[in-house]
């Protein structure tokens, strides 16, 4: 692929000054069609309501036993009542669904499924319907998630995912991310082809009740996070592909998500600077005492004006 069209101007910026390059793109309409330039000023977003935040724990095929799960939900529970401004969900293993939704069913803590099938019925083996995933419970499913892209799901199946998740009542946590970074900018249009492609067909009255995860593939596991500048830098460049997919409205009222090496001492900064509206957790969401601190971190940060 070569780099998306807009990223072939401005050249009176100097190839040194990157940061004020990739600014200049995200400010820049993508088109004359767009009418919503008013929501980006000098690259900062204007919020037009404060969404609370949200801090989401992927269990992934974890824990190994269901009394451990229950030590995680005990872990977690007093932060969560704690933290009045966050919204908290767990998505342990299919396997857990429903002795999990017990286990919170006094807790301030929501449940969501790591996966869904896009079809509601019918003979598909070792495969979990949205319609079975909703009837425990669940409110929050995630799709898209790289460790199921990298095992065949495309971005068609994600679509039909996103849609199936919608009709059954379940908010889609849709996760994007590109598995490197080049110069030239090819990353930026695989993540737009993520969102055009993950939202074909899906009506802009829907958008409300979808979240974006925002994961960099190559940051997934590794030892430091993406830093809060480019972490701030894509959430204005996914905010820029809604906006003109759709328009203003609806790329502010999406919540943007950020995972991968998130923990308790990188949150503030991430949430904060990266200005995304709360953090997909991996390995942290299974130590009570860190995903603890991260809801708390996540609760205390002041929106900004």
Known sequence: MGPIPFLTHASHFTQQDESRKFLYYISTPLSKSVESGSFFLRGKISHMKTKKKMIVGN?????????????????????????????????????????????IAKAKI??????????????RTGFVSPVQVAGVGTKYTIIGHSERRDRGETDEMVNQKISAALRNGLTPIFCIGEKERHSNGDYLEHISMQIQKGFAAIAKTDLQKVVIAYEPVWAIG?????????????????????????????????AVLYGGSANAENAEAIIK?????????????????NFSKMILVANNIKAKK
């Open 59 to 103: 269990w992934k095929m974890n824990p190994a036993t269901m009394d451990e799960s229950k030590k995680i939900i005990k872990g977690i529970t007093k932060a969560a009542e704690a933290a009045k401004k966050v919204d908290v969900v767990v998505c342990p293993p299919f396997i857990f669904l429903t002795e999990v939704k017990k286990a």
């Open 110 to 123: 929501a449940l969501g499924s790591q996966d869904i099938y896009f079809e509601d019925a019918g003979s």
């Open 222 to 254: 590794a030892k430091t996070a993406m830093t809060p500048h480019d972490i701030y830098e894509m959430v204005l460049y996914i905010k820029k592909v809604l906006r003109e997919k759709y328009d203003a409205i609806v790329s502010e009222s999406v």
């Open 273 to 289: 600077d990266g200005e995304v509206d709360g953090l997909l957790v991996g390995r942290e969401a299974l130590v009570p005492e």
